[in-house]
């Protein structure tokens, strides 16, 4: 059973940065691609980003293609989201999920088999 938590979220000004960090235990990364997804409130989850297995691909959402960079670290079993020039519509929790998909890359929160339990990232204007 893999457990993930992330790290690193908090208040930011508009414009700002914050790096997301996605730990894992239980388990290892390496097999896993891996995701990070946003709720805000009132809103549904939403996906952000994706890698795949061996970290040859990623994807993001339109709302965050050029300002958001996901990375993994499988010697240090770890996934990160580097968020630049954030705007206050990123405000929420943010959560990372693992998944098996070997092939592709998965962008729906039900080809995710473990989620984290999320860090809060608030952007002021």
């Known amino acids: ?18 790096r997301l960090s996605c730990a894992a235990s239980g388990g290892t990364l390496s097999s896993y691609a891996m995701g990070w997804f946003r709720q805000a409130p009132g809103k549904e989850r939403e996906f952000v980003a994706a890698i795949s297995w061996n970290g040859f ?46 092939f592709g890359l998965p962008i729906s929160g039900d080809e995710y088999s473990y989620w984290g339990q999320g860090t809060q990232v608030t952007v002021s204007s």
């Open 1 to 18: 059973q893999v457990q993930l938590v992330e790290s690193g979220g908090g208040l930011v000004q508009a414009g700002g940065s914050l």
């Open 57 to 102: 691909s990623t994807y993001y959402a339109d709302s965050v293609k050029g300002r958001f960079t996901i990375s993994r670290d499988d010697a240090k079993n770890t996934v990160y989201l580097q968020m630049n020039s954030l705007k206050p519509e990123g405000t929420a929790v943010y959560y990372c999920a693992a998944s098996r998909r070997r």
